[in-house]
């Protein structure tokens, strides 16, 4: 019983956790939406340590595929702090910037894509890298150059310059 209660615990406090990234101000820009999120504070640590808070609080539109915290926990902890260093601000900028896209992609403009390339749509970063996007089951799932994957876990965050939609892994270009 003891067991099953901290299951169910457990598994209330992952989806508090994941609702707290969908209450996103859909006024606010992406920006302020990451610095009010509980779920992106890495992120965050990497779109500053970037500077690239004033482009991303710009007009846009942007399409931001946000890892979480959990996400880069699957990072080494050594190569998270590594990166997030003044003196690797150029790959940092890499990092953040192979997570946008140009524009405003909801999931339904992300599936009307893949509908239209025979179940794959590709697009291409801020960073110059290309992204594909496929299906698992009812997962929208990304794939990088290096065949890296990231399964979108919440999609369609607005914001007022852009869309977030959370994903469960980090991308690492391959110039890092």
């Not at 007009?59 to 590594?82: M, Q």
């Amino acid at each position: 019983m003891a067991l099953s209660l901290s299951l169910f615990l457990n598994s209330v406090c992952a989806q508090e956790n994941s609702t707290e990234s969908q209450k996103m101000n859909p006024s606010e820009t992406i920006v302020v939406n990451t610095a009010n999120s509980v779920n992106h504070t890495t992120l965050l640590a990497a779109i500053e340590g970037a500077e690239l808070e004033e482009v991303l609080d710009m007009n846009g539109p942007f399409t931001v595929f946000a890892p979480s915290d959990v996400a880069f926990r699957k990072l080494a902890h050594s190569r998270i702090d590594e990166l997030l260093l003044p003196k690797n601000k150029k790959n940092l900028h890499s990092l953040v910037t192979y997570h946008m896209v140009a524009g405003n992609l909801s999931a339904s403009t992300i599936l009307k894509a893949m509908c239209r390339g025979n179940g794959i749509a590709s697009f291409t970063t801020v960073q110059g890298e290309e992204l594909k996007a496929t299906m698992d089951g009812i997962d929208i799932v990304l794939t990088d150059n290096s065949g890296n994957t990231a399964k979108i876990t919440i999609a369609d965050s607005e914001q007022s310059n852009g869309v977030i939609h959370e994903i469960d892994s980090v991308f690492l270009p391959k110039k890092l």
